[in-house]
């Protein structure tokens, strides 16, 4: 018997530093780049925030206002990448075709194989510009629609949802999806961007580290429970359900979506701000899944003492624009591309091979059978 001690899931462990973001779990607080999570969503733009995370600063009025015009630019993504998302399945998850989407653009741009600083932020911008693009092409490829081209004359979420829904957004709807934007863009080593910083730290190259990082974010107990939020609140139903709906689930040791978290034990910092954008955005015209959401939630605290997670406001009110559940997961994608490719540029700026140690505990060598 060993006295190794293994840390199963790195809980607890400290792998390496960063200066992209802070999550503190003493005072349940965030900060990326030093200012607080809560700060930027209402004051700066998503655009603004993505600057910030590649950066380290803020942009200047002039830094703003050319990488508004080229990411304007990049939007577009070629034809043959939409025959190739037509091609898909009609019914695979919305994060295999972008994780698809992903995989061709790297195959087609010969800066894949730039190991350039200067390459690497300009691959990820194309990827924050193009990423929307392509979850609206699916979205509406889901519903039998066909793609709308950007509009350059838009800002981003602006931009995004008139390429999904066919319409200018109202103000509500771009504003409660800015704040979504901000709050999902960035959180330190969770398991997708430790992904990408694995990927990364083998030399591989960006759109590589972006893939796998996708498949991370797809599975429930990451970004995969935003869509399990709401699937789990239309299966509890009426608010008067919740209770009950809960003590079973518990019974059953299912775990419940939306809830939780590796680091927060006391609360996640980007939660009041996210749940006060749906309570804002859902108004007085969804009084009952607001009392659903507040029943379970208040269920859960109670039974459990665990408190929600990001993923558990986000989910309804992506939910009340009117995405497909499915789609959920690929929103994450186009805000977390910000702190994933900020911290890819890290690692490669100090990289280490990441390779930690396993205990065998497997057969004891042994001779093979004679034959
Ligand atoms: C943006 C994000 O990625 S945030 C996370 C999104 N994921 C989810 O919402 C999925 C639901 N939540 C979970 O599965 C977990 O809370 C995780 C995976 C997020 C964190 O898990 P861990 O840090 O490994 O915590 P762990 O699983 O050890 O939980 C500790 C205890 O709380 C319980 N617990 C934690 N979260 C939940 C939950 N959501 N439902 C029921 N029980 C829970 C565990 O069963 C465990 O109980 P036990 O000690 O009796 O076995
Ligand atoms: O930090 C984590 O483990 C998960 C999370 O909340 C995120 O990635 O936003």
Redesign the pocket.
Known sequence: MSDTTIHR?L?GVVVDETSVSKVDAETSTLIYRGYPVQDLAAQCSFEEVAWLLWHGELPTQDELATFTETERGLRAVPDELVEVLRGLPEDCHPMDSVRTAVSWLGANDPRSESDDPEDTLAVSVSLFAQLPTIVAIEQRRRRGQEPIAPDPALGYSENFLAMTFGEAPDEATVTAFETSMTL?AE?SF???TFTARVVTSTLSDVYSAVTAAIGA?KG???????E??MHMLSEVGDADNAEAWLDT??AE???????????YKTG?SRVPTMDAALRTFAGDDHADLLATYDRLKDA?LER?N?H?????P?GPTYHLMGFDIPMFTPL?VMARITGWTAHIREQQGANALIRPLSEYVGAEKRELPQR
């Open positions: 899931g809980a999902y959180h969770n398991a997708s974010l429930p107990l990451h970004g995969g429970a935003n399990a939020v689930a518990l040791k299912r775990k419940i979506m939306g809830f939780g978290h590796r680091v996640d859960m459990k665990i929600p997670n990001l993923d558990y986000a994450f």
